[in-house]
């Protein structure tokens, strides 16, 4: 049991005892104690004075010395400021506390059982008419993260991603590559397929913008332009060419498709993401019209006189909504319903999490009525884990202009920035090879990449600065990694030691104290971050960590420390703190490097 539970349990004896009254256990407050002030746990008192008919101060003072007596070898003194018990807790359990974190690798995590919870996760969602770029790294890495902050907390997770592989835009692409392609592929080209269609996708773009302006010079309004322009007109044949099964248009989208998954593969390898299970709209989208056609014979949804379905939300409070156009082409909503029934006969589903950006926070509402009316168990309790956009120092970023952060080139940016900023650091260490150094980088350029952009909470809008996100001091990836790989080179200079010999009576200095219980906090971290949906916890958890061990480090010999018992124990501390950085930046896809 932790030290606050026994302190909580006793403290309702107590005051039972006391007063006479039944306590409930939401009266007992705990929480640690202001630097100021003696003790590391303090008792909230004010709740109590209700019972005991007496000042608070008076009140603290008969409940701290029933404590002491009802807790030996736990509560070793007390003192009562106004409201508040402050109790000092002996050395030995503080490190009891310590060994029961070292015995346990996974300390702070619920292990996973058959029975445990499925939790489908679903993020990334690329279209295949342009590579991923800096919005869908931040999509990709909070999904990740969120994956593994679940899976701590007992859930088995499924993770998922929705294709976007259909649709006007995919046309853009394969029409530009048909006109002005010449035959390019990945191979001739030297580009990534990604890149390559990303390329055409933006070539479309400017000769559609070009024809619309002669238009306009010849007197038709901009929107008659924007229809009446001879591409879009050709684009919006080959999406009905394909709708047709088209032999040739398939084709050349089959094509087209596998330059584009080659390339993505290639960036979520080097993300380190991964999926479970990929969807595609192309396979989805027909299951989606059934489930609708389904929901129309029930009585669900209506059909107006041009054709088109339609849901009327207006009993919930919402507008009507399109779920099916006047020719029978299905909408995004449709698709995700499609999608839906497909994860639910795979999968048998407890939870389904969309990580999607915030512009869809309408979508989701809707789509989590109508799963609900089509009986899917999990509608109505959908999760949108709805993220904010990020945003550039000089604005924000516009797929069809080509202005966008191209993720490889971000990824590319960020190891080089990391290998040149840590090369004095690296060219210290002895026989490090120039592979080695390489792969340092790596870690730190793609750790600081990660750490800057999930310790922002997701729910705001984030502005990226990769100069800052590099740096090896303040509240960085690098910063918390720099410190593991420290903790990582005492370890070896310590070289064989037991670390469970710890004597129980070693004494212990606050800065000591306090670093067990903020090792301690990371169980309610993961906790809070899984309750929340917030990874963001756990970045800032291993922060605020680090930067305590820091000031211990600087404060207090370890290797050095004479007094063996005391050395053994910092050893032993800083090894525990080694390992909760570890397993805390693993739940948010950061590694940290042996030497740094």
């Known amino acids: 049991m932790k030290i606050e539970s026994k302190i909580a349990e006793a403290v309702r004896q107590v005051a039972e005892e006391l007063y006479g009254q039944e306590v409930p256990q939401k009266m007992v407050q705990l929480q640690q ?6 003790g590391q746990i303090t008792l909230v008192v004010f709740p ?30 007390y003192n009562a400021v106004k409201g508040f ?54 999509n990709n890495l909070l999904g990740w993260a969120l994956a593994r902050v679940m899976q701590a907390n007992g859930n088995r997770v499924v993770k998922t991603n929705i294709v976007n592989d259909r649709g006007i835009h995919i046309c853009k692409s394969m029409l530009a590559w048909l006109k002005w392609g010449n035959g390019e592929t990945p191979e001739t080209s030297g580009k990534k397929g990604d890149h390559l269609i990303g390329d055409y996708y933006v070539a479309f773009d400017k000769h559609y913008r070009e024809e619309v302006r002669q238009l306009m010079e010849k007197g038709m309004d901009e929107e008659q332009a924007k229809q009446e322009a001879p591409l879009i007109r050709e684009a919006r044949a080959m999406l009905v060419k394909w709708e047709q099964n088209d032999p040739e248009v398939r084709a050349l989208w089959r094509k087209m498709n596998e330059w584009v998954y080659a390339g993505f593969d290639e960036t979520y390898k080097a993300l380190g993401v991964s999926f479970d299970k990929i969807y595609y709209e192309s396979e989805t989208y027909l299951e989606g019209k059934e489930k609708v056609e389904e929901g129309l014979r029930k009585g669900f949804f209506y059909r107006r006189d041009d054709g088109s379905v339609w849901a009327d939300l207006t009993a919930e409070g919402l507008d009507e909504k399109l779920l099916l156009r006047s020719d029978g082409t299905s909408v995004y909503m449709t698709q995700d319903i499609g999608t839906a029934k497909l994860r639910f006969q795979d999968y048998p589903i407890d939870k389904m999490i969309y990580v999607v950006g915030n512009e869809q926070n309408y979508h989701f509402q809707v789509l989590s009525i109508l799963l609900d009316k089509l009986g899917f168990k ?6 949108h884990f709805s993220y904010g956009m990020v945003e550039l120092p000089n604005g924000k970023m516009k797929s069809r202009e080509g202005t966008v952060v191209d993720a490889d080139d971000l990824i590319a940016t960020m190891i080089a920035d990391a290998r040149q900023m840590s090369a004095d650091k690296v060219n210290k260490l002895e026989n490090v090879t120039d592979e080695e150094a390489q792969e340092i980088a790596r870690i730190v350029g793609m750790g600081a990449l990660k750490y800057f952009i999930l310790k922002v909470d997701a729910r705001k809008n984030m502005l990226f600065n990769p100069e800052e996100s590099i740096d090896f ?34 004494e212990l200095n606050e800065k000591e104290i306090g670093l067990i219980q903020k090792l301690q906090g990371f169980e309610a971290a993961v ?62 896809g950061i590694e940290v490097p042996e030497r740094m």
């Open 473 to 506: 001091n303040g509240n960085t990836g690098p910063f918390i990694q720099y410190t593991y790989a420290r903790i990582r080179s005492i370890l070896r200079k310590a070289g064989e030691v037991d670390l469970t010999a710890l004597a129980e009576d070693t």
């Open 85 to 138: 018990l402050n109790l000092s807790i002996s050395p030995a359990q503080w490190i009891g506390l310590l060994q029961e974190i070292q015995a346990n690798p996974s300390y702070g995590f619920t292990p996973v059982t058959a029975d445990s919870p499925l939790v489908m996760i679903e993020y990334s969602s690329p279209n295949t008419n342009k590579p991923l770029h800096l919005g869908h790294v931040r």
């Open 527 to 588: 906790r809070q971050a899984g309750t929340d949906y917030n990874p963001s916890c756990i970045a800032n958890y291993c922060y605020e960590l680090v930067k305590e061990y820091n000031q211990f480090y600087h404060d207090f010999s370890i290797l050095r420390e004479e007094d063996e018992r005391k050395r053994l124990f910092r050893i032993a501390l800083s090894a525990a703190v080694g390992q909760v950085v570890k397993n805390g930046m693993g739940l948010l």
């Open 378 to 383: 999990w509608g109505k309790d959908l999760v």
């Open 33 to 38: 104690t202001r630097p100021e002030f003696e």
């Open 48 to 77: 109590f004075t209700k019972m005991s008919h007496k000042a608070p101060e008076q009140t603290a003072q008969e409940i701290g010395e029933r404590l002491v007596g009802k807790l030996p070898g736990i509560v070793s003194r």
